[in-house]
């Protein structure tokens, strides 16, 4: 009996990493991909073996001669940074990283401010037409952004923001989902810490400070960690409302490294523009592993 | 579950009079909110709608909007129209794209939940390997693949090719990109139902296995009578949530097919995209927002009413 059992929980170990591996193919063959030379292109077959192709000898020649100073040899292969040298001249990644983070950070921060004060609100405060005000903002999240791209587009052309970072930012900071999700934590804390706090004389701000915002620090998280990624991948709006590089975000210089290759894409360079665009989030997964997958789970139901 | 609804009453009942200046805070609070959704959502789904119904025609100096009614919807299912001819295709693409992700990926992740729900050596590294590419930007994960599916290099057509079977043209072969692009996003969503299963899986009461197996039920009636059924509200939230998301994916055709002009695998959203920029094609995109923004309202109310007021009444 529990010898069966134990083949079957060896059966299931083996097809996790089964699974794993073919999950992680893309990456793992993206990152290959990238450090390999251009003069000793993937043909079929050869990427299968690692990168210990058969080259001839003036085939090897021509690399050494390409990679010169910037490759190495690894268990017979070579192995080069040119790729990313030129990925990196193609585009100005760094200002598009900055825009990135910008865009990120201006929406989140202006989001927690616009989030708190409506969720206290909605949350501890009787007013008339609060029921109804929800539900009006409840449109916001079952009309996604991304569809209304054809009048908000107009919008941010009327507003004369085309092509800024106001124009990336603008339509995410107010979140309904930010106002639902901190509504719920805020209306689970005690509301004798916010009389007690009251009676020593805290205002509305002292209130928020003191006693809603430190007890809701792990919604506030779970909420940065969703809002974060979710506009570090976006792509269709920044593409729409920016037209030069000082605004584009990273996907979307992503996107134009496509758009030079034209003679039948460079997979070098793309691959190694690829590992430039995802590093920064991935990184940031395996710090927060944990973190990301609770907020992520508690971010859908909620 | 609701502590709130037990808690005293926030705010205790106006009975004393408050000041004007305080009654209004509520309204100060939550003004910003509602500007932004107001000029964001509100504002542009009604001229959405009421764009739908105007034709728009070009000229140097265009002359204004004429109210034409339902003209553009019809306009938009004549499979004959000079400018929006394929719409009803792209529809059906779109339906497609999202079936097909939903049907493969949501199993996919139960299973992936299943086997990582367990005791596991290095379990951090699987969670990573089949979690991470729901993190990826879309257009990251579809350079990724870019690679994979191309003709002369990629890796798919040499696996084909061992086993004797000839290459594909995964993007170019205008029947295929739409079979390219949904093996992608099955890709990229499984991981990401994953943790919903794992949430859910995690909720079960270990002795209701217990009781189980000691009544001699083995793994794949445990996973029938117990674990489907105890699942069945999270598998009903990933099936909206997997919709809602199928029906707003454009960054893999960005990718995929960029410059390919024929619609026979191309999305609504991205098919939307490319028409803006002309004048004459303003009625029609509206139109189609509108389509595609019913579709989703079918999606998200379903969600709300079957998720959101529960929680409420909870």
Request: proline share 6%; glycine share 6%.
């Amino acid at each position: 009996m529990s010898n069966r059992r134990n083949r079957w929980s060896v059966a299931a170990d083996l097809l996790t990493v089964a699974l794993a591996l073919l999950w992680m193919m893309p990456l793992i063959f993206g990152v290959l991909m990238s450090f390999r030379p251009q003069a000793a292109p993937i043909t079929n077959g050869n990427v299968f073996v690692g990168c210990a192709a058969q080259l001839s000898p003036a085939q090897q020649a021509l690399v050494d001669q390409q990679e010169a100073g910037q490759s190495i040899r690894l268990l017979g292969c070579t192995l080069t940074l040119s790729n990313y040298q030129a990925a990196w001249e193609v585009a100005p990644w760094p200002r598009f990283f900055l825009n990135s983070v910008i865009f990120v950070v201006g929406v989140l921060v202006v989001q927690i401010v616009t989030v708190t004060m409506a969720a206290y609100a909605f949350a501890r405060l009787r007013f008339p037409g609060r029921d109804l005000l929800l539900i009006v903002l409840l449109l916001q999240i079952m009309i996604p952004t991304a569809t209304l791209i054809v009048q908000n587009f107009a919008t941010i052309r009327q507003l004369n923001l085309f092509d800024t970072h106001w124009a990336l930012m603008l339509p995410y900071w107010g979140s309904a989902f930010g106002v639902l999700l901190l509504r719920q934590t805020f209306r689970e804390v005690p509301y004798e810490l916010e009389e007690a706090a009251r009676i020593d004389g805290a205002g509305l701000f002292g209130v928020l400070r003191n006693v809603y915002i430190p007890l809701s620090i792990p919604a506030y998280v779970a909420f940065a960690l969703v809002s974060i990624s979710s506009h570090w991948n976006e792509f269709l709006w920044p593409f729409i409302v920016t037209r030069q590089d000082f605004a584009r975000p990273l996907t979307v210089g992503l996107s134009q490294l496509f758009e030079t290759s034209d003679t039948g894409a460079n997979y070098n360079n793309i691959m190694a523009g690829t590992i430039i665009v995802v590093t920064p989030l991935v990184l940031l997964f395996t710090l927060f592993q944990r973190r990301f997958i609770e907020s992520f789970a508690s971010s859908g139901i909620k | 579950m609701d502590t709130a609804s037990t808690a005293p009453a926030p705010a205790a009942p106006t009975v004393i009079r408050r000041p004007v200046l305080q009654q209004l805070i509520p309204y100060f609070l939550i003004a910003p909110t509602f500007v932004l959704v107001t000029i964001f959502t509100l504002l542009p789904a009604a001229r959405t709608l009421r764009d739908s119904f105007y034709e728009f025609r070009p000229g140097r100096v265009p002359p204004p909007p004429e109210y034409v009614g339902f003209q553009n919807y019809i306009d938009l299912f004549d499979t004959g129209h000079p400018i929006v001819s394929d719409f009803t295709q792209v529809l059906l693409n779109t339906l497609y794209f999202t079936l097909g992700t939903v049907v493969f990926s949501l199993p996919i992740a139960l299973g992936m939940a299943l086997l990582l729900n367990r005791r596991l050596r290095l379990l951090g590294i699987w969670r990573f390997g089949l979690f991470y590419p729901a993190l990826l930007p879309t257009i990251g994960a579809a350079s990724l693949w870019a690679f994979l599916f191309s003709n002369t290099l990629g890796l798919l057509n040499t696996i084909l090719g061992s086993f004797g079977i000839d290459g594909q043209n995964w993007l170019g072969d205008p029947n295929r990109v739409l079979v390219s692009i949904t093996v992608v996003n099955i890709w990229k969503q499984a991981g990401y139902y994953m943790i919903f299963y794992l949430a859910g899986l995690q909720a079960i009461p270990k002795d209701l296995y217990e009781a189980a197996a000691l009544d001699g039920a083995g793994f794949w009636r445990q996973l029938r009578s117990l674990t489907l059924p105890l699942l069945r509200r999270t598998t009903l939230f990933l099936l909206v949530v997997a919709f809602t998301f199928g029906f707003q994916t454009v960054e893999q055709l960005e990718a995929l097919r960029g410059g390919l002009t024929n619609q026979r695998g191309n999305l609504v959203l991205y098919y939307i995209f490319q028409r803006i920029p002309q004048r004459q094609n303003w009625g029609y995109v509206n139109a189609m927002t509108v389509i595609l923004v019913g579709i989703l309202l079918i999606f998200t109310v379903t969600n709300f009413i079957l998720f959101e007021r529960k929680r409420e009444h909870e």
